[in-house]
């Protein structure tokens, strides 16, 4: 039996998600989608703009920028993170609030999460840099 020829480019798909628990914090589940190189060179690119400094070209990179389109790319929802959480990630006032209440997910909650927890940030990157959490040994969507 002949196989036909497969190509490599047919397999490949754009992005894939999974659902990972934030270690420590159960019921804290994050949808996480793999970024290529392709889509991180994208949002490199797109975060760096091209100024002239003495008739020379000089580029500039725009860090927050660069972590909104990527907070955007990574991280496509969550489930489950309580205020008593949060508190556990960034600095909060949580004052007159239940911790036991969960806040949801946003594109501007997930941003602030990343700009203001390094260890939110950090574990992000970890996860979507990692194929492994990706193939489809595991469940993934």
Do not use: C
Not at 8 to 20: M, Q, R, W
Not at 47 to 56: D, E, G, I, S, W
Request: glycine letters at 4%.
């Amino acid at each position: 039996i002949q196989m036909s020829e497969l190509s490599l480019k047919s397999l490949l798909v754009p992005s894939k998600s999974i659902d990972v628990e934030y270690p420590g914090m159960p019921g804290f589940v994050v949808t996480l989608a793999f970024l290529t190189r392709e889509t991180l060179v994208g949002i490199r690119k797109k975060a760096t703009k091209t100024t002239f400094k003495n008739r020379q070209p000089v580029d500039e990179f725009d860090e927050n920028l660069f972590l909104q389109l990527y907070a955007k790319a990574a991280i496509k929802g969550w489930k489950g993170l309580k205020l008593s959480y949060v508190e556990q990630l960034a600095p909060v006032d949580l004052s007159g609030q239940d911790s036991e209440a969960t806040l949801s997910y946003t594109e501007e909650n997930a941003l602030y999460l990343m700009k203001e927890s390094s260890n939110f940030d950090a574990f992000v990157s970890e996860q979507v840099a990692d194929l492994g959490n990706f193939s489809t040994s595991k469940s993934s969507k």
